[in-house]
């Protein structure tokens, strides 16, 4: 992956607001996406996927939305609270099963 | 989900020497998978630990900078050779999930430090 600068952008929300946060993948052939949420001196942690039969995807709190017109995904996070602050990734599959490639990434800070 | 332990979870290095990076997972898994994580940046795959056979590295990562084993389907280790302050970075080890789910479950890393 190519490097995007020691800072990632980041977002910044007021506890209670939805978050919206867009990464653009790489690959017209990536038939898998994922959302990950990294803490800080964590692992990454699973949030949601979504296969690209599919535009829209929701589960607690979160929603994922896919275009693959413009290739590019989006995480709602509804009602954000200070517990969301982490770092947020997007991780596309390309075709090979289980492989994934992790988009730049974007912080998520929850002002209380 | 399988639980996925690293050793070491940090460590100080000198310049020009290697180290190597332990992964335990608490199950059989096909494929595990390395990853590096530079200060402030994203997940970049560096190689797939393949178990039985050479491990598959991405571009840019070579076998003598980074030799990877995997005797068996529960255990892998990452050297990284010849370290250089520019290896400074946490290395994640990663595995898949179910077949049907894709998801790849990581540990928690180890985080490197090249003086």
């Known amino acids: 992956g190519e490097s995007v600068g020691l800072h990632l952008p980041t977002l910044s929300v007021q506890e209670g607001d939805n978050s919206i946060i867009n990464c653009a993948y790489s690959?017209?052939?990536?038939?898998?996406f994922i959302w990950y949420k990294q803490e800080s001196g964590k692992g990454p942690q699973f949030i949601i996927d979504?296969?690209?039969?599919?535009d829209k995807r929701q589960g607690q709190r979160v929603t994922v939305l896919l275009n693959k017109t413009v290739k590019h995904l989006s995480l709602q996070i509804a009602a954000t609270q200070p517990g969301d602050s982490a770092v947020y990734f997007c991780?596309?599959?390309?075709?090979?099963?289980?492989?994934?490639?992790f988009g730049s990434g974007t912080k998520l800070n929850v002002k209380p | 989900s399988a639980v996925i332990s690293q050793k070491p979870s940090r460590d100080i290095c000198q310049r020009g020497t290697s180290l190597t990076i332990q992964c335990q997972v608490d199950?059989?898994?096909?494929?595990m998978f390395w990853y590096r994580q530079q200060p402030g940046q994203s997940l970049t795959l560096i190689a797939t630990?393949?178990?039985?056979?050479?491990?598959?590295?991405e571009s840019g990562f070579v076998i003598d900078k980074f030799p990877i084993s995997r005797p068996n389907l529960t255990f892998s280790t990452l050297t990284v050779s010849n370290m250089s302050p520019e290896d400074s970075s946490i290395y994640l080890c990663?595995?898949?999930?179910?077949?049907?789910?894709?998801?790849?479950?990581f540990g928690e890393g180890s985080r490197l430090t090249v003086l």
């Open positions: 990663s595995v898949g999930g179910q077949a049907n789910t894709g998801e790849l479950f």
């Open positions: 690959n017209s052939a990536s038939d898998y």
């Open positions: 979504i296969r690209s039969n599919m």
């Open positions: 991780a596309e599959n390309i075709r090979n099963f289980n492989k994934f490639y």
């Open positions: 199950s059989q898994v096909t494929m």
């Open positions: 630990a393949n178990q039985g056979s050479e491990a598959t590295y």
